[in-house]
């Protein structure tokens, strides 16, 4: 493991501060999203932007195959809190069963997922278990209308899903049984109003937040992972 790799490592090391001191001499904070007009259409990056600020030492982040991928990424992690995402395979759909998961044995901790609405279709059904369960997680389901990180990769229409009613396919899996609650939003104060709610009154309860963003709404790093992916996919074959 990877871990205990590193252990082994630090003993043989001597310290050396140097790098990371200049780092700090060179270091230029990160800006933040431009400020929207009222009720104008939700960007990921405000999306992301409000989500770091929910973070403490008693959450956790989940991270989906896709942009979520990059833009959690950039989030700040407080000391404590919990971290994953499954780079090594891209199993689309991944988070679901891992949020199910990690909530149920992570029980001292709020477990926020970041979930594109592709990788939601192949295993929504566990929403059932979440519930049955009486897991208070939070997940932000962004609705952008397809398979964005393949659009980067080879754009085509197979890359479109049928679009779902997500928040009412979670309440009929609730169906009125245990604690649950969904939200649609669509701009900047349904979120802020949406995350207020989940933190405050719905704590204790499952919560859904079915976000709406525009289909080319991507991280500049996904559009560069994007390109990268497409050109080495795009080599002739080489024989050996």
Known sequence: MMKEYLSELAKRVQKNTTAYENYK??????????????????????LFKHIQNMLTSDSAVLAETGDSWFNCQKLKLPEG?????????????????????YAQGANDKRVIACIGDGSFQVTAQDVSTMLRCEQNSIVFLINNGGYTIEVEIHDGPYNVIKNWNYT????????????????????????????????????????FIEVIAHKDDTSKELLEWGSRVSAANSRPPNPQ
Request: with cysteine; aromatic share 8%.
């Open 25 to 46: 001499r060179i270091f230029v904070p990160e800006g933040h999203p431009l400020k929207g007009e009222a009720n104008e259409a939700l960007r990921v990056n405000v």
């Open 81 to 101: 809190c919990g971290y994953e995402f499954q780079m090594q395979y891209g199993s689309i759909g991944w988070s679901v069963g891992a949020l199910l998961g």
């Open 168 to 207: 009412g396919l979670v309440d009929a899996i609730h169906n009125g049984e245990g604690k649950c609650w969904t939200a649609k939003v669509k701009c900047e104060e349904e979120l802020t109003a949406a995350i207020e709610t989940a933190l405050g009154e719905k704590k204790d309860s499952f919560c």
